[in-house]
């Protein structure tokens, strides 16, 4: 258990569309991050798909290649969680944290057939024109919205509190620099540091980078107005 004083607890941040923000000894700081970048790009998809026409191809290629940016992201997310973030709590817990943990499993389950159907759906349209192919692509993308969003509010509200009652801001560090960081080669730290920045409201941003360290503001100052120029162009019917 920890043994952190309540005067050292770090202040929990809060982006739009988060559920909670559990006090602890535990600085959640980045996996509100990725949870904010999960949720914005969802809801940017699914607007997209009812809206971009079947004819622009352009778009839809941009769409598909922001796709396996968006897929590639969640997919190293729910990996580390599963191999080693829910292990090491399901160690520590009890019963009922023990359901929360596994509940958390069958959720990734649950979303990842219906985020494959989106991909296949999304290198479907940026090859030729289908409005079938768009009108399934679109209820597939609020079924994985609303399947993510559920899972998200799940995981802030259950899970996070059990990782605040069980782990040190140590050993959280350990294990984000082990199933998180551990590997991930420069060239995705390149697309992955535009994604996550990319509509965090400013004094967020900021505060996020004074924690992250000077590294990630200075990428972000050099990759920024490429990633969002290919923003515009792959969501300029979703406004």
């Known amino acids: 258990m920890t043994t952190t004083t309540h005067a050292t607890w770090p202040e929990q941040l809060r982006f739009p569309g988060q559920t909670a923000a559990h006090p602890g000894p535990v600085d959640m700081t980045m996996m509100y991050v990725m949870h904010h970048g999960f949720r914005r790009d969802l809801a940017a998809f699914a607007a997209?798909?009812?809206?971009?026409?079947?004819?622009?191809?352009?778009?839809?290629?941009?769409?598909?290649?922001?796709?396996?940016?968006?897929?590639?992201?969640?997919?190293?997310?729910?990996?580390?969680?599963?191999?080693?973030l829910w292990p090491t709590l399901l160690e520590r817990t009890d019963d009922d944290g023990r359901r929360v943990l596994e509940a958390m499993e069958a959720e990734h389950h649950e979303i990842d057939p219906i985020l494959q159907a989106c991909a296949a759906g999304f290198r479907q349209l940026s090859t030729h024109a289908d409005e079938d192919a768009r009108a399934a692509l679109a209820v597939r993308l609020c079924a994985g919205k609303e399947s993510l969003a559920r899972h998200l509010q799940h995981e802030e509200t259950e899970a996070i509190a059990i990782i605040q009652q069980v782990l040190t801001n140590e050993e959280w560090e350990a294990l984000e620099e082990e199933h998180f960081r551990q590997g991930v080669p420069f060239s995705a730290v390149l697309r992955l540091v535009p994604w996550a920045a990319h509509d965090v409201p400013g004094p967020l941003r900021r505060e996020v980078f004074s924690r992250s360290g000077g590294i990630h503001r200075f990428l972000w100052r050099v990759t920024r107005r490429r990633f969002e120029r290919r923003e515009r162009l792959a969501f300029r019917y979703a406004a």
């Open 48 to 84: 997209a798909a009812k809206a971009t026409p079947v004819t622009d191809r352009a778009c839809w290629q941009a769409l598909a290649e922001r796709w396996d940016l968006f897929a590639e992201v969640l997919h190293h997310h729910h990996s580390g969680e599963d191999a080693g």
